[in-house]
């Protein structure tokens, strides 16, 4: 019996006497007779989506949980699913976004398309077409809903839940308690009752696609090694290339140490491929989930499945994965840019880690002999300030950055009182100064961000003065998992710009960077220099910059985010206060570093050697700290 057959004489057997009215035809045939591609090409189910599509509607299992690598085609899956509820089985589905928005949003690009390019379906009388409401004729109907409308939520009565995206949902509780659990409880008392969990899953331990997947049968895609025929669950980790060479890529057989590339692997895949539960039995179209799961299938895969919509066309897919993990590694936060790749690509969850290696002692040791009053570094293309109000005085980092790199410049403090005319006089002075270039150029900070927290009024009236250097007025957002910078807004009461930034996640940054044993393109440099006599990057300086502790909080939208908290006791935090708002001055600017080397060489007069070139300003006067320690 061929495959085709044997899959549809098990959904014809699933089907009867399980549903009010069997259908004509078995899913995957309607859906490829009555289904057309974007291009007009028959749909055609990819491998590894043949027995899933099987399981959706099965009245013999209660949920189909589905926790694959983006791009997989789930959301299409249940588009065309959808179609074939409504034209066969004359089912009510409710789909769930994590917001509502979402929901209108795949109403309009990714069902509507696909109904409309059904002769059959196109043809089914509507009477409701709303924006999240549609409803045929014959009794079918879909609602679509955010897990932020809880009111929306509580009236519906539905034959099919789905929810779509679930590690997006937040955690808090409606008033009928977990938000997808309510959503859920709305197929109760209907003759027909389906749930649909899908999503690729977000951080260890936080993952509700992990949760709902853990409650599964576990099925997980096979496919053979195409050198030794050993059936093996593959994983995204057997992909192997030489150091920066992604397009060398190819796959190495964990049971034979073969290799092969992506035609090789897709073909395995077409012609191999199958499902084994966590029980080791394969799993195909009809098949039940064992009684002591409870009905539950889940289904995980990662990109090792993937086979594209059209092999013919399609490129290296390996080639592919691995340019993105080494994009990854070379971003400006591999920790984060890891985090999606594990998530989309792998399917799996990221294990958070919030153990630092980074000690004063290390830092103070692999400290650099450079003078930036007298010259900066070469790499050095652009400056950024940030600044900390004390009640006694402002504590002010200046650093540089260039393609790879930053480099402390210098830190100082202010000495003199918030509400002293003087002390903001004084860092207005110190707003003006300017550091050589080895090319001549003499550079100022391009941006200058200053905490407004303290004394709000005070700063904010100082920063809008003085919005025309660059300067800005920040302050820490209090909402754990807050992005790092916000909007630019202008505060009612002074009229000064300002912007509220996510500290814990710039800090966090600060906190990989000087990690040794965390991988970044970015280089962080400290300087042995004095000023005034103080050592500018001394003891004192690194005991503050990692004064913190990294700890770990469930953000709103159910994340596993780093949070920090300054212990008591713990030395004075000001120099990690003031690297974080010149890194966010950084991270705010838009121009490259092209265009930055641009104006070096403007500003050193296109690199004239018999130009003179100004000698570097000196430092003003009675701004250092004090030696022996902090005020």
């Given at each position: ?96 976004f994590p917001a509502e928005s979402l929901s209108a949003d795949w109403f309009f690009k990714k ?521």
């Amino acid at each position: 019996m061929s495959n085709r057959a044997e899959y549809s004489r098990h959904l014809l057997e699933a089907w009867h006497g399980g549903l009010r009215a069997e259908p004509r035809l078995p899913f995957e045939q309607w859906a490829e007779s009555h289904i057309r591609n974007a291009d007009g090409t028959p749909f055609v189910f990819r491998p590894f989506q043949i027995t899933p599509a099987a399981d959706l509607l099965n009245p013999r299992i209660a949920s189909v949980t589905l926790r694959m690598y983006s791009g997989a085609g789930k959301t299409y899956l249940f588009a065309v699913a959808y179609a074939f509820a409504i034209e066969q089985l004359k089912l009510k589905i409710g789909k769930m976004f994590p917001a509502e928005s979402l929901s209108a949003d795949w109403f309009f690009k990714k069902l509507m398309p696909i109904l409309n390019e059904s002769p059959i379906v196109s043809a089914l009388p509507m009477i409701k077409d709303n924006a999240l409401f549609k409803a045929w004729e014959n009794g079918a109907e879909i609602t679509g809903v955010g897990a932020n409308s809880a009111g929306r939520i509580r009236t519906l009565e539905v034959d099919v839940a789905d929810a779509d995206e679930i590690d997006a949902i937040t955690s808090e509780a409606t008033d009928e308690g977990d938000k997808l659990a309510a959503f859920l409880r709305r197929t109760r008392g209907r003759k027909r009752q389906h749930h649909w969990l899908a999503s690729y899953p977000s951080i260890k331990g936080g993952s509700k696609i992990d949760a709902a997947f853990d409650q599964t049968d576990g099925c997980v895609w096979f496919f053979d090694c195409p050198k030794c025929n050993q059936a093996q669950a593959w994983h995204p980790k057997h992909i192997v290339w030489p150091a920066g060479q992604s397009h060398l890529a190819q796959v190495e057989c964990p049971s034979c140490a073969a290799t092969f590339g992506d035609l090789e692997r897709r073909e395995s895949c077409e012609q191999t491929g199958h499902f084994r539960n966590r029980d080791g039995e394969r799993v195909g179209p009809g098949d039940l989930p064992d009684e002591k799961y409870g009905g539950r299938r889940g289904y995980h895969l990662n990109c090792m499945a993937h086979v594209g919509d059209h092999a013919d066309k399609f490129p290296d897919y390996l080639v592919e994965v691995a340019a993105s993990s080494d994009a990854a590694d070379a971003s400006e936060n591999p920790k984060k840019a890891r985090r999606v790749l594990i998530n989309t690509l792998w399917a799996e969850s990221y294990e958070e880690e919030f153990d630092s290696k980074a000690d004063p002692e290390g830092l103070l040791a692999d400290r650099e002999d450079y003078d930036p009053a007298d010259q900066l570094p070469e790499e050095v293309t652009r400056l950024w300030g940030g600044a900390d109000v004390n009640g006694k005085f402002i504590a002010i980092i200046v650093i540089g950055t260039g393609p790879s790199g930053i480099w402390g410049i210098n830190y100082t403090e202010i000495q003199g009182r918030w509400d002293s005319p003087k002390t903001w006089v004084a860092l207005s002075k110190f707003l003006r100064r300017r550091w050589q270039h080895p090319s001549g150029a003499m550079l100022k900070m391009r941006k200058f961000f200053i905490d407004s927290r303290f004394q709000k009024n005070t700063v904010q009236t100082w920063t809008r003065q003085n919005q025309s250097k660059g300067v800005m007025a920040v302050m820490g957002s209090p909402q754990i998992g807050a992005p790092a910078l916000d909007k630019i807004r202008i505060d009612a009461a002074t009229g000064a710009k300002r912007m509220t930034l996510g500290v814990s996640e710039l800090k966090d940054q600060i906190y990989d960077l000087l990690d040794p044993e965390v991988e970044t393109p970015t280089t962080v440099h400290f300087t042995t220099a004095h000023e005034d006599g103080v050592e500018m990057f001394g003891p004192e300086f690194f005991d503050g910059l990692l004064a913190e502790e990294r700890d770990s909080k469930r953000s709103r939208d159910g994340r596993v985010v780093a949070h920090f908290i300054h212990p008591e006791g713990a030395p004075r935090n000001e120099p990690l206060d003031c690297l974080t708002y010149a890194l966010a001055s950084f991270k705010s600017d838009k121009m490259t570093e092209e265009r930055a080397a641009s104006e070096i060489e403007r500003l050193s007069g296109g690199g004239d050697s018999d130009k003179p070139k100004p000698r570097p300003q000196p430092p003003i006067t009675g701004m250092g700290r004090q030696a022996g320690g902090w005020l």
